[in-house]
């Protein structure tokens, strides 16, 4: 598997991401500098990850949305190449129109940063086939604009679709009040575009990848990734 | 040729930063106030002198970048 991070000022988990990409693919990611026009040749994957690129002005993603960079991820998008959006990656995604719905403050009003329980909520994408039955998972949040916004048409769309990816839950696996971190409607963690291959999501699972750092579950996702492109080959 | 763009987020959309607002209002001893909805004001220079395509230009850049047009209005104005 080929990938690449795309850093923007402001990015800080990119390093993070290239760890658990090169780790699940046996060969390190590239690092895209986001005034680059053009991304490398022959990527199977592209990750956009968590941060706060340009400070967040004007709104989180809006302005890494329009950098240079984004146009070729578009197109790479438009092609059937796979595309991953963790956190401000999920934000930016939004903003360059490759999800639909927005991201707003979180309903607290604060920074939310720890573990939450998902569940994944489908097995037909290149991001979570490798879940099995392992449906409850342990990962970090850290964000302070995470709140899925959606109407209830886009909600009953993505439902119908089978498109939304994870769920904040409970130990039980319920989508509860109390187990929603930020106020997203219907408790949506992730998303999933038209075509299965663009996954944004506000938690990290790049950050629960590696048993030294204090857990794994987030490290499956990386692996249905390898497992997609080498089926693909 | 000096603008305004007034973004604002839509009915419907909640606004926990308003509300937010509205209970220190309430804190601060202000009574009456119902609701509090806020949203941003961008100041914009612009090089060129007609009106009409000055309107239509900063329609284009609240549309493309200004405003986030699933969640939020925009209205454009010219000032002076």
């Known amino acids: ?233 | 040729m000096k603008a305004r763009v007034f973004v604002t987020l839509k009915t419907g959309v909640l606004d926990p930063q308003g509300e937010a607002i509205r209970h220190a209002l309430g804190t601060l001893g202000f009574e009456g106030v119902e609701s509090v909805r806020q949203g941003k004001v961008i100041e914009i220079e612009l090089s060129g002198t007609d009106r009409a395509a000055a309107e239509a230009e900063l329609a284009r850049m609240a549309e493309k970048l200004l405003a986030n047009t699933v969640i939020e209005n925009y209205r454009v104005e010219l000032v002076g």
């Open chain 1, 1 to 233: 598997m080929k990938s690449a991070v795309i850093v923007f000022p402001g990015s800080n988990c990119d390093r993070d991401m290239a760890v658990a990409l090169g780790a699940a693919a046996g060969r390190p990611a590239q690092m895209v500098w986001h005034k680059d026009a053009a991304l490398p040749p022959g990527l199977d994957v592209v990750a956009l990850p968590g941060g706060f690129s340009f400070g967040d002005y004007l709104r989180c993603g809006a302005i890494a949305a329009r950098s240079p960079i984004m146009r070729a991820v578009v197109d790479f998008a438009h092609r059937g190449g796979i595309v991953l959006g963790v956190c401000n990656g999920f934000q930016i995604l939004i903003e360059a129109g490759l999800l639909p719905g927005a991201l707003m403050r979180n309903q607290t009003l604060k920074f939310v940063c720890r573990d939450v329980m998902l569940s994944v909520e489908t097995l037909d994408s290149p991001f979570t086939s490798a879940y099995g039955n392992q449906r409850l998972i342990r990962v970090p949040v850290a964000h302070h604009d995470g709140a899925y916004v959606a109407d209830a048409a886009l909600v009953a769309r993505l439902e119908a679709e089978d498109r939304i990816a994870f769920r904040y839950a409970d130990a039980a696996g319920r989508a509860t009040l109390e187990a929603n971190p930020n106020g997203a409607v219907g408790n949506i963690a992730g998303v999933l575009s038209e075509n299965r291959r663009v996954l944004g999501m506000m938690p990290h699972p790049e950050r629960l990848a590696d048993p030294r750092l204090g857990g794994t579950d987030g490290a499956p996702l990386f692996r249905s990734l390898v497992e997609a492109v080498s089926v693909a080959a």
